[in-house]
């Protein structure tokens, strides 16, 4: 398999979240599973890889992973932009929803907080900058906002 290819902030990025007490969780659309571009078992081997990846870094594993394998023509009611991903977490976690974030560089990542009632946040996406979301460069600048 080859590797995963991490920016380079992320990992200092994901120190500071751990620092600051938060858990983490993906939440991920991957719509190839129901086009039949690539199986669900590639995807979870890709999550294992990135687990991998941060024990290596002497990081916090991830949680959980919320996948969502259908196509949008099936019009699951998992789809980011719904909530309903997260909306499972949170109850699965006792997540505190007043004090977690859903971090994309998609709005409808943001999108996805949002109608799960946590705030969106968008990164690397300069489209983004002028909506309602805030918006940061990178996740280590979003990381240090939360330092303040
Ligand atoms: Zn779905």
Sequence with gaps: MEDI?????????????ESLGYELFVVTNQSGVGR??????????IHRQLQNDL????????KDF?????????HCHCRKP??????????KHHIKIDQSFMIGDKLI?????????????VVRNQSAAN???????DLLEFAHSLQK
């Design 36 to 45: 039949g571009y690539f199986s669900l078992e590639s995807v979870y081997v």
């Design 131 to 137: 909506t309602t979301f805030p918006f940061f460069k």
């Design 66 to 74: 919320a996948i969502c394998p259908h196509a949008p023509s099936d």
């Design 82 to 91: 719904s909530g309903q991903m997260i909306k499972d977490l949170i109850e």
């Design 5 to 17: 290819e991490w920016y380079a902030d992320t990992f200092k990025a994901l120190k500071i979240f």
């Design 109 to 121: 990542d943001a999108e996805s907080g949002k109608n799960a009632g946590i705030q969106g946040v």
């Design 55 to 62: 024990r290596e870094h002497k990081l916090a594993v991830f």
